[in-house]
T-cell receptor
């Protein structure tokens, strides 16, 4: 149980275009999902918290107008990288925790999306 | 800001050897999680340690939480090529990130056959 599906797993786009990444909780509901960015051989860096039905909360240094987050339902959050540039190339990962589970309970991670901007 | 120092950052050893990965902090955590991540995939939870001094075993992997709940270790016995991956420790506390976690920088482990 507690599966998080992320799509697409890989995407290549041209500089200046936008890319949407989906994060779905398949067998549970999540009022909050989290988006991370991971550079090669580095740990996860939290980018933003996606809140169902309200605005996302962004970490310091993350441009909210560049990384648009929508959490329209209890099972789906989307991250749109707008006007992508080569420096946005990275591995993006989402995570979610089932509704009702406390902060000590583990997060369930998606399999990540490898974004390459040419 | 809480910090979780993880070491070593990179480790390459031969199959059959033993190894230990450490996570240390000056902060107290309510619990600590260990994840393993393979290339191109998301992290997968291995174990959560909650009680100071707790030891948990997962086959050849032994996880320990320090008595003061500030540090943890992961010991792998007789490492195998299938153990290759990125190991992440994550401290759980309200003082961490919005996700409640403070991640270590990870240990890249390569087990050579």
């Amino acid at each position: 149980g507690a599966v998080v599906s992320q799509h697409p797993s890989r995407v290549i786009c041209k500089s200046g275009t936008s890319v949407k990444i989906e994060c779905r909780s398949l067998d549970f509901q999540a009022t909050t999902m989290f988006w991370y960015r991971q550079f090669p051989k580095q740990s996860l860096m939290l980018m933003a918290t996606s809140n169902e039905g309200s605005k996302a909360t962004y970490e310091q240094g993350v441009e909210k107008d560049k990384f648009l987050i929508n959490h329209a339902s209890l099972t789906l959050s989307t991250l749109t990288v707008t006007s992508a540039h080569p420096e946005d190339s990275s591995f993006y990962i989402c995570s979610a925790r089932p509704v009702g589970q406390g902060a000590n309970s583990p997060l369930h991670f998606g399999n990540g999306t490898r974004l390459t901007v040419t | 800001t809480q910090l979780l120092e993880q070491s070593p950052q990179f480790l390459s050893i031969q199959e059959g050897e033993n190894l230990t990965v450490y996570c240390n902090s000056s902060s107290v955590f309510s619990s600590l999680q260990w994840y393993r991540q393979e290339p191109g995939e998301g992290p997968v939870l291995l174990v959560t340690v909650v009680t100071g001094g707790e030891v948990k075993k997962l086959k050849r992997l032994t996880f320990q939480f320090g008595d003061a709940r500030k540090d943890s270790s992961l010991h792998i016995t007789a490492a195998q090529p299938g153990d290759t991956g990125l190991y992440l420790c994550a401290g759980v506390d309200s003082g961490g990130g919005a996700d409640g976690l403070t991640f270590g920088k990870g240990t890249h482990l390569i087990i050579q056959p």
